[in-house]
């Protein structure tokens, strides 16, 4: 059904972000990076086979029942429906192509030049822009970043200099891609570490925790995740998250007061650094004199509503 397909597509979306984060930075081997290749490459051509229908086929669900009639004729839902497939598959397309450029590096010492250069490794020829009819597209900055991108929905160049986002509207400008640098941002560790508290978990991120999806502010950045913690060097649980889909800091909390806390601060100059001044939230039936930074205590829940109350958060307990 339709919304078989959109869930999907959604699904898809999801799958690619963690792909993203695992071949940019989990990868660190020639023989790794070729094995990951090679079944990209294998999912490619299970996604590229036709499945003898269109995407409008098959059984309406009653909410969109209404839109079955205009279905295939060229109506705004054909576009939506089009236009977020192909993107899903755009994702796909380039996470072959920085599988590929990463493998090139470790070959070579840099990234290609061109597409072609990665020909052999997509089984003769680089993906083509689903957007726009020629192959994807390539931009170096002056440092050591390497772009590859789609042209997007609006089938307009921008040189890869900015994102597309659907929540602009189907068809608005932006590029999608995906922006490798030759060091990973996030140096995972080959084997399991054991991080007992906040100062040990924080010195596996030397560039900052990764970016929170739902925290972006007016001027259109995206700020870091946020870390939840009692103490630095104390065994208490440790949580890692999000603001989640409402965009809005901790719900638990009904006040805050701002202490001097030396002790909140990591000892050591190689310690992540931590302001010494803390904000320290209180919920309800929070008793004084418990500090606590950033710690969400509302699980963000779907089926309370798309954008309800909670933060989307891990838990990392200690000793």
Known sequence: TLIQRLIGIAIQLIAADG????????????????????????LEDLVGKETGETLFEGEWPPPLSFMEWTAGM??????????????GETHLDLLRGIAAARLHVMRTGD???????????????????????????????????????SFGPDEIDNQGSFDYSPTNGTKSSGDILIRVSKQR???????????????EVLEQFPNGLPNDLFAITVSRQIRN??????????????????RG???????????????????????????????????????????????????????????????????????????
């Open 19 to 42: 792909l993203e984060l695992c071949l940019l930075n989990a990868i660190q081997t020639e023989e790794e990076m070729t094995h990951c290749l090679q079944i990209l490459n294998q």
């Open 74 to 87: 060229g109506s705004p839902n054909d576009l939506e429906v089009e236009v977020r497939h192909h993107v």
């Open 111 to 149: 990234f290609p030049m061109v597409l072609e250069d990665l020909a052999d490794d997509f089984g003769g020829h680089p993906p083509k822009d689903r957007f726009g009819g020629d192959d994807l597209s390539i931009s170096r900055s002056d440092g050591e970043d390497w772009t590859l991108y």
């Open 185 to 199: 941002e996030y140096p995972f560790p080959t084997g399991s570490v054991r991080a007992r508290n906040a100062t």
């Open 225 to 242: 995740l946020k870390y939840g913690i009692y103490e630095p060097t104390g065994f208490h649980p440790q949580r890692i998250f999000s």
């Open 245 to 319: 889909p409402d965009g809005i800091e901790p719900h638990s909390y009904q006040s805050v007061v701002y202490y001097e806390m030396p002790s909140m601060n990591p000892v050591g100059p190689d310690d992540p650094g931590m302001p010494t001044r803390q904000p320290v939230y209180y919920p309800p039936t929070q008793p004084d004199g418990a500090p606590i930074l950033y710690d969400p205590l509302v699980p963000y829940e779907p089926t309370n509503g798309t954008k309800s109350v909670g933060e989307l958060f891990v838990k990392i307990k200690g000793d």
